[in-house]
């Protein structure tokens, strides 16, 4: 048994990008650890490519086979070296975590629907908020704390 350890996300893009290293001389071990799925969504982070990928994406996952993905994109991007900036998400809440969860149990709901109400509170009345904080046994420097916006 070898110790090679398989082909990484970034050896693959580089494989069908950068070095245009064929199927067949990939190793058993790299061959099963090509991920048509995450080669998509690295790719689509290339602004040059995304509407290529896209179009691709329909046939990439589930209808073709490991194989035939990867020589589909190695034959269709250019060959260069490349750098795709990951796009992370937004950030999910800019409220204190403790708040929203006050605010979630305090009027039942989820804490989505929280964080609207939060919204709204700091947008009208800030002084019925720190009302309702109050209601939790929370002191005025906890409340100060848990009413600063995280960036």
């Known amino acids: 048994m070898s110790d090679k350890k ?5 050896d693959h893009l580089s494989f069908i990008t ?6 067949d001389s990939l190793t058993d071990v790299d061959k099963k650890s090509f991920s048509p ?9 290339n602004m ?10 329909k046939y990439t996952v589930g209808q073709l086979s490991t194989r035939e993905v ?5 034959e269709i991007l250019p060959k260069q070296k490349q750098y795709n900036k990951y796009i992370k998400g937004a950030k999910s809440s800019k409220y204190n975590s403790e708040l929203v969860e006050l605010m979630s149990k305090h009027f039942l709901v989820s804490q989505d629907i929280a964080m609207e109400y939060l919204d709204m509170y700091f947008e009208t009345s800030m002084s019925s908020l720190k009302d309702v904080i109050k209601l939790y046994g929370k002191s005025d420097k906890d409340i100060t704390r848990l009413l600063k916006l995280e960036k």
């Open 48 to 57: 040059d490519f995304i509407e290529l990928i896209n179009e691709c994406q």
């Open 6 to 10: 398989p082909a990484s996300l970034f």
């Open 70 to 74: 990867y020589k589909l994109y190695s």
């Open 18 to 23: 950068d070095k245009k290293i064929s199927w």
């Open 37 to 45: 799925y995450m080669v998509n969504r690295f790719l689509s982070m």
